[in-house]
């Protein structure tokens, strides 16, 4: 579970350890979608964590719960185009755990390629210090083969890795940009 | 301030005492939502609200306060199209307070259009049972006269009206197709 920076956490999960290391992917893509908002060059934003309310006093929430959320996290218009995607970091080497995607979230970028949008997963290994852009088309592919964890050779092969920069942090789109591309020669 | 269903209030505006008489806004939008989706002819989704967390203890939110949102309510994909409005109601008869939409909001519409995406309010005036779908055209044309509040007459002859139905209930994509028809008629 994740929480955002400055909340006060009586039970700490352990696997949470390696966010002291440096900047989380959640933390990079949020100073990168702003830089690309204030370039003009798209708009993106990572949607709230769904939360249900139980008890409310003077706007005050005193007693609310974390929800499964029905959608990827992030969304928004690049070049006249919809885009989606869920972004996920696992300190594993060998290989991404795929119980880290909910079935929702799947059906959810099935539905969004079906209806014309970009649809894809980035995916940080965060001990490796390698972040990869990983089509829809290549997780429906993967999924189809019934396994539970993605071997991290086959993210290597089929993904894309995205440049470490300064600014901006993750630049994706230029790998959009380049996914783009190939569409367009496919259709000429 | 909106709460969900289900939620205990110990603080209750009295201007939401209306929503007594009928399903409000919201809900009819997300009913029409899920139907768009099942009938797989558009993924459009209400973000939920943004939330700051102050205190979480064993995965209970037991301290958080709801914060400004720095987009609209509403975003998805038609017809391949980047789609994102801001839905509100009102008790008001003669005019819609634009105090309801927050200027980040406006700026957000605003940069969605120049990226190519359609911007949109919905406004409901619920004394008057009527549901208007108004273009952010329309929305940024009324802003620059500098006026507060917008007349009901303004959005009868610039808005479209959203017709009531059953099934769905909100049938705001029939105004879209008009808009897409419109746009394209222009271009020809």
Request: net charge positive.
């Amino acid at each position: 579970m994740k929480y955002p920076e400055g909340v006060k956490k009586n039970y700490v999960h352990t696997n949470i350890s390696h966010r002291n290391r440096g900047m989380t992917l959640e933390a990079d893509l949020n100073v990168t979608n702003d830089y690309y908002l204030k370039q003009k060059k798209a708009n993106i934003h990572k949607k709230p964590t769904p939360i249900k309310l139980v008890k409310v006093e003077y706007n005050i929430i005193k007693e609310a719960y974390f929800k499964e959320p029905s959608t990827t996290d992030y969304n928004g218009i690049y070049k006249g185009k919809y885009l989606d995607f869920e972004a996920k970091e696992t300190i594993n080497k060998t290989y991404f755990p795929l119980n880290n995607i909910h079935a929702h979230q799947i059906e959810h970028l099935r539905s969004i390629m079906e209806m014309g949008g970009i649809g894809f997963l980035i995916i940080r290994f965060t001990t490796l210090n390698e972040t990869y852009l990983l089509k829809g088309e290549s997780l429906l592919l993967f999924l189809s083969t019934k396994k539970t964890n993605m071997p991290y050779n086959y993210i290597k092969e089929n993904g894309y890795l995205i440049s470490d920069k300064y600014i901006p942090r993750v630049d994706y789109l230029q790998v959009i940009d380049q996914i783009m591309e190939e569409k367009n020669e496919k259709k000429n």
